[in-house]
Every structure is written in C-alpha cells, then in structure tokens.
T-cell receptor, first 114, second 118 residues
Framework: EAQVTQNPRYLITVTGKKLTVTCSQNMNHEYMSWYRQDPGLGLRQIYYSMNVEVTDKGDVPEGYKVSRKEKRNFPLILESPSPNQTSLYFC?????????????FGEGSWLTVV | AQTVTQSQPEMSVQEAETVTLSCTYDTSESDYYLFWYKQPPSRQMILVIRQEAYKQQNATENRFSVNFQKAAKSFSLKISDSQLGDAAMYFCAYRSQYPYFGNEKLTFGTGTRLTIIP
C-alpha cells in the first residue's frame, strides 16, 4: 500500500528542546516536502527536496532544518522549538515527473510547544 | 507568486441539498492545476477533485463537480446530495504545470469549514 508515514503523530514538548519529526515514503518518490497548517492560514510549505542531498526552502523555513540522506526519508528538525511552531505538520511526496503527478500526504503530526 | 482565496470561512447545508464552495486565485501563468482537498476531523488530506487549466470541460467526480472559469480565475466546488460524511474543512489549492526549480508546491487557500445539518 502506498504510504507516507510520519512520526510522532502527537507531541507536546518544551521550548528549546530539539526534536525531529520523521517522514518516510514507500513509493520510491524523488520529491518530498513539509507543510505546516495553522488556523486561518491554510497549509504553507516549509521545505522541499527534489532528491537525495537536494533540499531547498519553501515559504516558511525559519526555525526548521531538513535533511535527505536516503530517498525514502525526509526528517523535519526543530533545533530550538518555540511556541509559534505549535502547528499541524504534513509531509508529502510525489514522483518527480511533471506537475501532473499525484501528491501523497502523510496523516499529519500535531506538535505543541509550551 | 500565486495566491488562492477562499472567502467563506464557514458554510452549512441541509443533508441531501446542494452546496457550492467558492475559490478564486491569482496567477500570471497559463498552465496550471487546481485542486479541492477535503480534511475531515481525522485531519487527513483527501484529494476530492482536480482540474487541468488547459481543459475547458469541468471536472466531475460522482457528487462533486467544479465550475472552472479561467478568465475570471474562479474555481468553485459543488457538492450535490450532501451527506453527513461530507462534513469537513475543504481547501482549494493551486499547482504550477511547470514548477519553479521543480518544486511541486501546492499553494492553498485558507479553507472553508462545511457543516451538514441532518
């Protein structure tokens, strides 16, 4: 079954404590991306990756890091989380063969920073 | 940069009736895709329907159809015979056909929360 898997699904953490949200896909997709969803703002792109070792900033990258060492994994790293990073996070992936391809979303990760 | 606007934060409809959700967008591109996503309480992102800008025919998927007006940059979603399971947040989204640097980015609107009244 085609899947994008995120972990953890729910997390409450404290300000400044580094955390990583993992994302893994089983479809051999080249393209992966992270979004955050906030009330009244919709979903906004944080970072994206075209392939292994190729990453770039999206619209709201401040306070986040990513890495792409393996094709299937694209972790989102919050080095020093702050309360304004409390949000619902989605990982997404797609085959990099044109914009007509389907984008698959993970189930979302609820992150609360206190 | 492209923008997507959903001017109806909330809507409600009687079960079995028809409802239309509005979406407008702004772009200088001529080739692109438009989407409607459904987000139920589980928070999953579920693709409802998509429209290619080069197609004049409006897309339909069972009870869901769109009214795509390219010149007006309007992309509304019509849900016929509304069911309780249609209750969700609905997002309109835009995607370039020739993405900048290959970034398959979706640009989302702010969403419309749809309530179904039994």
């Amino acid at each position: 079954e085609a899947q994008v898997t995120q972990n953890p699904r729910y997390l409450i953490t404290v300000t400044g404590k580094k955390l990583t949200v993992t994302c893994s896909q089983n479809m051999n997709h080249e393209y992966m991306s992270w979004y955050r969803q906030d009330p009244g703002l919709g979903l906004r792109q944080i970072y994206y990756s075209m392939n292994v070792e190729v990453t770039d900033k999206g619209d709201v990258p401040e306070g986040y890091k990513v890495s792409r060492k393996e094709k299937r994994n694209f972790p989102l790293i919050l080095e020093s989380p702050s309360p304004n990073q409390t949000s619902l996070y989605f990982c997404a992936s797609a085959i990099d063969r044109g914009a007509g391809n389907t984008i698959y979303f993970g189930e979302g990760s609820w992150l609360t920073v206190v | 940069a492209q923008t997507v606007t959903q001017s109806q934060p909330e809507m409600s409809v009687q079960e079995a009736e028809t409802v239309t959700l509005s979406c407008t967008y702004d772009t200088s591109e001529s080739d692109y895709y438009l989407f409607w996503y459904k987000q139920p309480p589980s928070r999953q992102m579920i693709l409802v329907i998509r429209q290619e800008a080069y197609k004049q025919q409006n897309a339909t998927e069972n009870r869901f159809s769109v009214n795509f007006q390219k010149a007006a940059k309007s992309f509304s979603l019509k849900i016929s015979d509304s069911q309780l399971g249609d209750a969700a947040m609905y997002f309109c989204a835009y995607r370039s056909q020739y993405p900048y640097f290959g970034n398959e980015k979706l640009t989302f609107g702010t969403g419309t929360r749809l309530t179904i009244i039994p």
